[in-house]
């Protein structure tokens, strides 16, 4: 353990040494941003980005997208695509694949150079692996390699074929990931590149570890290991270690398995892949798994299941929970088992359902190719059946020919029968002995079959009752979540209390789960109606904890301490939420938090006062096409005839501990009587549905509140709760709800 938590050390001042690198590098570039040529800004932007992505992938968006912006005042095609591959793959590292599959495209679409193309489908392929869209990952790969091999980049056309070969692994096709792998090592064998050949090595061992030939899978990690020492490549040689442990655990030697662990650990700073990493965890945590040291074996899965939740990989996720499953089932825990496995089966199921369909196109190629040697074979037979007719016939002439010479042969064969018959006799009560005996052992396996059956059936029995207990404990669960329910509907602002001080409203309340990530709430202090709706990490029970904390924080701060300014308030929920989570910025940690929309309403003075953080306030206006709001003109951003909706949005960052921290901005809104006033979570424009099963968005959404605008609240919330269940049961398919809906009208 003492050399674990050192090498955690190091890793973290390694960190601290590169940050201060590419600190002094990026502020140079920062410097000569102002001083030169718009394309040498943008340049200068991407390189920026560039360098920000493996410790900052936040940061490394900001820059991007302030090239994209210059990109208005150049004419270069080249360096706009550029650009947009650079803002795609920063939105990869931050987990928002759609918006980098959007950019992606769209830099497809603005050049012809092979090679930004060919990159950028190799990126778009990336992508969908790790979305486990493992179809669409080799079609983008299979339109990078052409490219590539036009190019003369045999480095590039080695690492798609690898990449290919990768993803026909994942899917279980282990021939054809063996084909691609051949071919690229082919190339790097051409061009004498040690440290591809080790990679090629390393995926072959894994091929072979899956298909049990444990022993082939030890001689290409150990060829691989070879070439990772002459390379000096550490970060391939973990991964060659990682398959040495693998393999060796799985024929049981244990110690040959620690031998290699221990090699590994003092690599462990090499390793920047997190998938990488959360495999190393999980070797350690089956090893210690083996030598019944559970709670280190448990330790470690977690840690290595926060990396791969992290991202988002399915593959590794379910291994984790199958993991857990084992552990907690060992240690008697069954509660903790149960609750694993569930996860673990979820998670095989819909990798299952991917394989099945190229299961289903193998198994179609089978059955018509069985069935075109059958019409073959029964062409053969047909044409010996003919044959036999025709010698039959011959034999017939010739046996009339023969009549005579027929009979005196029968005579002797006769005879010869009488011959055979008696010994026929005699072989036959050998047999008979024969049978006997054979009778003995069967009745004797039947007997043990019959033991069997009995021990099967007492181990059915005790599946049962297993079953019956995981069952009671997966109520009582139940139970604590529903009582949660009734605990967190006592907290929210009940429709008596809400009408008091705001007659014409409504909200739209609806959780995923029983209990809600999303919560809404008010107060009345002094000539101020405050009104906030929050969307918390998360939902279910985690978001529902986060939730308590939010409104137990706003209760002490504006009813208690009495603050009204919307600015202040956010300040502070934050600066309580960051001390309560101990929450320190550093890396790795998990970020949780809430967006809120807060409003604080002046009926007197006819205003209100909006701070968000992430998320915005939506006014909708009739007969007036401007909203002043810190006493500037603001304009719509969608209208419907006579009604205008304005957007005052919020600042982008949450209520949590973040990169950029700054103080939350207070907006001033004028307002005319008879304006609406919505606030919201993000649940109801990312509910998917609809024809073609996608999001609700933004768009749609406004439109739905500007086409509502002549009504009633009360109208309003019908119309907004039947265009959701209508979106969510479309062609006679029900989508899932995916996240907590909330959406609260005001009418001023």
Not at 48 to 71: F, G, V
Not at 558 to 563: D, S, T
Not at 581 to 603: C, H, P, R, V, Y
Request: proline share 1%; aromatic share 10%.
């Amino acid at each position: 353990m003492t050399r674990y938590i050192t090498l955690f050390l190091i890793i973290l001042l390694t960190i601290s040494a590169t940050a201060q690198d590419i600190y002094s590098y990026t502020d140079s570039l920062r410097k000569t941003v102002t001083q030169v040529a718009d394309t040498d800004k943008v340049t200068n932007l991407n390189l920026i980005s560039r360098a920000y992505r493996n410790n900052h992938p936040d940061s490394a968006l900001i820059y991007a997208k302030n090239a994209l912006e210059k990109c208005n005042t150049i004419n270069n095609n080249i360096l706009i695509a550029k650009t947009l591959v650079s803002v795609g793959i920063a939105n990869e590292l931050t987990a928002q694949y759609d918006s980098a599959l959007f950019y992606l495209n769209k830099a497809i679409n603005v050049t012809s150079d092979k090679k930004i193309l060919a990159a950028t489908y190799n990126s778009i392929g990336i992508i969908y692996e790790k979305m486990g869209d493992y179809e669409k990952a080799i079609q983008a790969y299979l339109k990078s390699l052409p490219l590539t091999e036009e190019l003369k980049y045999f480095s590039w056309t080695a690492m798609c074929n690898n990449n290919i070969g990768v993803l026909y692994k994942k899917m279980g096709e282990y021939d054809q990931a063996i084909t691609f792998y051949q071919k690229s090592k082919k190339i790097y064998e051409l061009a004498n590149d040690k440290e591809g050949l080790s990679y090629i090595f390393i995926n072959i061992s894994g091929i072979e570890y899956h298909r049990k030939n444990y022993k082939a899978a030890i001689s290409y990690s150990l060829d691989a290991v070879k070439l990772c020492k002459e390379t000096n490549n550490n970060s391939l040689l973990t991964k060659a270690y990682n398959n040495l442990v693998e393999a060796y655990m799985e024929i049981g030697e244990l110690e040959m398995a620690k031998l290699y662990l221990d090699k590994t650990a003092p690599l462990f700073e090499y390793i920047s892949n997190d998938y990488e990493k959360a495999s190393f965890l999980l070797r350690i945590s089956e090893w210690y798994s083996k030598m019944n040291n559970n709670t280190k074996a448990m330790n470690y899965a977690n840690s290595g299941l926060e990396i791969s939740l992290k991202i988002k990989s399915k593959e590794q996720i379910g291994e984790f929970y199958y993991n857990i499953a084992e552990i907690a089932a060992s240690s008697g825990n069954f509660k903790s088992a149960y609750a694993a496995i569930e996860k673990y089966m979820i998670i095989k199921d819909s990798l299952l359902n991917e394989n099945m369909q190229n299961q289903i196109a193998e198994m179609q190629t089978k059955y018509e190719t069985e069935q075109t040697q059958k019409e073959n074979e029964l062409l053969i037979k047909d044409q010996k059946l003919q044959q036999e007719a025709l010698e039959k016939q011959r034999i017939i002439i010739i046996s009339f020919i023969l009549g005579f010479a027929i009979i005196l042969i029968f005579t002797i064969i006769i005879l010869r029968q009488f011959r055979a018959k008696k010994k026929a006799n005699k072989l036959l009560r050998i047999q008979n002995e024969e049978i006997r005996q054979k009778n003995e052992e069967i009745s004797a396996q039947r007997d043990e079959i019959e033991a069997q059956r009995d021990e099967i059936s007492a181990q059915r029995d005790l599946v049962a009752d297993q079953k019956d207990q995981i069952e009671l404990i997966h109520n009582d669960l139940k139970d604590s979540i529903i009582y949660a329910e009734r605990i967190q509907k006592a907290v929210l602002p009940s429709e008596e209390n809400l009408s008091k001080f705001m007659p014409n409203h409504f909200v739209v309340f609806k959780p995923k789960d029983i209990v809600s990530g999303d919560f809404y709430w008010a107060a009345q202090l002094n000539e101020w109606n405050i009104i906030a709706v929050a969307d918390c990490t998360g939902h279910g029970v985690p978001g529902a904890f986060m939730s308590m904390l939010g409104i137990s924080f706003l209760n002490e701060i504006i009813r208690k301490k009495e603050v009204a300014k919307t600015s202040q308030v956010l300040n502070m929920l934050r600066k309580d939420i960051v001390q309560s989570l101990k929450q320190k910025g550093t890396s790795g940690e998990q970020k949780d938090g809430m967006d809120i929309s807060l409003i604080a309403i002046n009926k007197e003075k006819k205003f209100c006062q909006f701070s968000g953080a992430n998320n915005p306030l939506y006014v909708v206006r009739e007969n007036h096409d401007l909203l002043k709001v810190n006493n500037a003109d603001l304009s719509p951003v969608e209208k419907n005839n006579n009604a205008f909706l304005f957007e005052i949005k919020g600042d982008k960052m949450p209520i949590a501990i973040y990169l950029n921290m700054k103080e939350f901005a207070e907006n001033r809104i004028e307002l005319y009587e008879g304006d609406k006033l919505y606030l919201f979570s993000d649940g109801f424009a990312d509910q998917f549905g609809g024809p073609k099963g996608k999001k609700f968005k933004y768009k749609s959404f406004k439109n739905l509140l500007l086409s509502t605008h002549s009504k009633t609240l009360a109208e309003q919330k019908t119309v907004l709760e039947a265009s959701l269940e209508k979106w969510m049961n479309t062609n006679g398919k029900r989508y899932e709800q995916i996240d907590d809906i909330t959406v609260m009208g005001i009418e001023f």
